[in-house]
């Protein structure tokens, strides 16, 4: 039996509950929230996208101009060191082209130019060179030996 208190319960949940018509509506709403997220997260990524490329072009052009700069200031460069440039420099300055009459030439005793030219005398050295061992064991034992002498140094005075 239903009560008038229970009658009025029924009734209104009766009333209100979801039809299809509003639950269409309903996904209709989410749907449309749902793009208008999807849609700003990938026009704030293509913006992005955008400044990002445009700011590397800018540094790009920037580049091509600065070594385009570079190769002009290298070209001046070559210019002034040209031999014309140099000599009309010179002449400027005041130095003139050596002739022969105004050349002189010192004579060294002992000097032969018509030697075999050389750093360094090629005479044999009486020295005799240390092995040169190529092993870890080799590299330990060389480690030890200069230790020992470190410590042979520090424990003996040293002569005077």
Do not use: C
Request: aromatic share 10%; hydrophobic share 40%; glycine share 4%.
């Amino acid at each position: 039996m239903t009560t008038p208190e229970n009658n009025w319960i029924q009734h209104a949940l009766r009333r209100t509950g979801w039809r299809p018509q509003r639950q269409i509506a309903g996904l209709v709403v989410i749907s449309v929230i749902i793009l208008i997220v999807v849609g700003t997260l990938y026009l704030s990524q293509v913006a992005s996208f955008a400044t990002t490329s445009r700011q590397l072009e800018i540094l790009i052009a920037e580049r091509d101009e600065l070594e385009r700069v570079n190769e002009q200031l290298q070209v001046e460069i070559a210019s002034y060191q040209s031999v014309p440039r140099l000599l009309s420099r010179a002449q400027a300055l005041g130095f003139e082209p050596a002739t022969p009459d105004r050349m002189e030439w010192l004579a060294i005793e002992g000097y032969n130019p018509n030697r075999a030219e050389t750093v360094a005398p090629l005479e044999e050295s009486q020295e005799v060179l240390p092995t040169y061992d190529e092993t870890f064991w080799g590299w330990v034992q060389q480690q030890w030996d200069i230790l020992r002498q470190q410590f042979k140094n520090f424990t003996q005075p040293e002569e005077q």
